[in-house]
Nanobody, 118 residues
């Protein structure tokens, strides 16, 4: 089992920045990729960014150039640096972990609220 705990959400004005953190504990060696997802009110959860253990990254088009995902394997942590935030980035952000050999994310955090005011 892997436990994930997000932090760093909050209220920020449009154009501002936030840095989300996700601390992982438990069976860390079973994890290949880590990802960030978000869910806005009335919308489906969507992937935002992901990073493999080898630090290969992917981003949804809407955040490319504004968000940066990174990981610190020594600290068992993954981060999401969010710059130039827009009101449409408002959502609950979830950290997730993908085990080696899995095709769907296996573990999820509780989520952290990000609110961007206009």
């Amino acid at each position: 089992q892997v436990q994930l705990a997000e932090s760093g959400g909050g209220l920020v004005q449009a154009g501002g920045s936030l840095r989300l953190s996700c601390a992982a504990s438990g069976s860390i060696r079973s994890i290949n990729a880590m990802g960030w997802f978000r869910q806005a009110p009335g919308k489906q959860r969507e992937p935002v960014a992901s990073i493999t253990r080898g630090e290969s990254t992917n981003y949804v088009d809407s955040v490319k150039g504004r968000f940066t995902i990174s990981r610190d394997n020594a600290k068992n942590a993954v981060y999401l640096q969010m710059n130039s935030l827009k009101p449409e980035d408002t959502a609950v952000y979830f950290c997730a972990a993908l085990k080696y050999g899995s095709i769907r994310y296996d573990y999820w955090g509780q989520g952290t609220q990000v609110t961007v005011s206009s």
